[in-house]
């Protein structure tokens, strides 16, 4: 499609309905603070469930939720270790240098979107609320949802027919494994830019994961019975914080050199 007035190819894509834009750039802009304030909240108003009054299917469902954040997580790292993308934005608005569809983003339009909702699944899971579960994990998808379609309405303004393209070719979610390995063969993995980019949204989802299995003892057993559980929590999340501090401390004397930006 072609803009007479200017002569730029623009994108066929529709517009996005300007309640939902705001609604995207507004998630966009304060997802930092949205996401701490609605733990607070649900701390708060809602406490942890048994699933059907067993303990040990309990057990079962905390590890389910951690080996499905660990895969949101390991989906995280592929993605930033070949192809980081800066539609991350500048100044907290919604930003893009360039097209970015080598990489994961080959197989996939938001891989960092469907791995977020991965933690934030495994996250919900592990703690085992209704209420998460009716509530919270809904509002998260639709702010994930919201933030995907401002970001969709300004690539195709800026990009037109390219980002057309791209869309043909690539599914917005679900990712293609076809090709995946020869795709990333071709490219060099940056562990440096992993630390450097995702050392603080590890310790985050991770500090979150022992606190609510620290809250679901409590809440079983009391404090003093939960003792023991309670020793080894505080023990891990000693281990996830060293481990913080280490990559802290690597990126601030400048040993996390960039290879790229």
């Given at each position: 499609?072609?803009?007479?007035?200017?002569?730029?190819?623009?994108?066929?894509q529709?517009?996005?309905?300007a309640?939902?834009?705001?609604?995207?750039?507004?998630?966009?802009?304060?997802?930092?603070?949205?996401?701490?304030?609605?733990?607070?909240?649900?701390?708060?108003?809602?406490?942890?469930?048994?699933?059907f009054?067993?303990?040990?299917?309990?057990?079962?469902?905390?590890?389910?939720?951690?080996l499905?954040?660990?895969?949101?997580?390991?989906?995280?790292?592929?993605?930033?270790?070949?192809?980081?993308?800066?539609?991350?934005?500048v100044?907290?608005?919604?930003?893009?240098?360039?097209?970015?569809?080598?990489?994961?983003?080959?197989?996939?339009?938001?891989?960092?979107?469907?791995?977020?909702?991965?933690?934030?699944?495994?996250?919900?899971?592990?703690?085992?609320?209704?209420?998460?579960?009716?509530?919270?994990?809904?509002?998260?998808?639709?702010?994930?949802?919201?933030?995907?379609?401002?970001?969709?309405?300004?690539?195709?303004?800026?990009?037109?027919?390219?980002?057309?393209?791209?869309?043909?070719?690539?599914n917005?979610f679900?990712?293609?494994?076809?090709?995946?390995?020869?795709?990333?063969?071709?490219?060099?993995?940056d562990?440096?830019?992993?630390?450097?980019?995702?050392?603080?949204?590890?310790?985050?989802?991770?500090?979150?994961?022992?606190?609510?299995?620290?809250?679901?003892?409590?809440?079983?057993?009391?404090?003093?019975?939960?003792?023991?559980?309670?020793?080894?929590l505080?023990?891990?999340?000693?281990?996830?914080f060293?481990?913080?501090?280490?990559?802290?401390?690597?990126?601030?004397?400048?040993?996390?050199?960039?290879?790229?930006?």
């Open positions: 499609m072609s803009d007479e007035s200017t002569g730029r190819v623009t994108s066929a529709p517009r996005v309905a309640p939902v834009r705001w609604l995207g750039q507004f998630a966009f802009r304060f997802r930092d603070y949205l996401v701490p304030v609605a733990a607070v909240v649900t701390l708060i108003f809602t406490r942890p469930e048994r699933p009054g067993s303990e040990r299917l309990d057990y079962w469902m905390d590890g389910l939720g951690l499905i954040a660990l895969l949101g997580q390991t989906l995280r790292v592929t993605v930033i270790g070949y192809a980081y993308i800066k539609r991350g934005g100044n907290k608005q919604l930003a893009a240098p360039k097209l970015v569809s080598e990489g994961f983003y080959a197989h996939s339009r938001n891989p960092m979107y469907v791995g977020n909702f991965l933690i934030l699944t495994g996250i919900a899971l592990i703690y085992n609320s209704r209420w998460v579960y009716l509530i919270i994990l809904p509002g998260f998808v639709l702010g994930i949802l919201a933030i995907i379609k401002a970001e969709e309405d300004f690539l195709a303004a800026k990009f037109g027919a390219e980002y057309d393209d791209y869309c043909r070719r690539v917005r679900l990712p293609s494994l076809r090709g995946l390995r020869t795709t990333l063969a071709g490219m060099r993995f562990w440096r830019r992993v630390v450097r980019k995702e050392y603080g949204t590890t310790f985050a989802w991770t500090s979150a994961a022992v606190v609510l299995l620290a809250i679901e003892r409590i809440t079983w057993h009391g404090f003093q019975d939960a003792a023991p559980a309670l020793i080894r505080v023990a891990a999340w000693g281990c996830i060293a481990l913080y501090l280490f990559a802290l401390w690597l990126k601030k004397t400048h040993r996390l050199h960039p290879a790229s930006s």
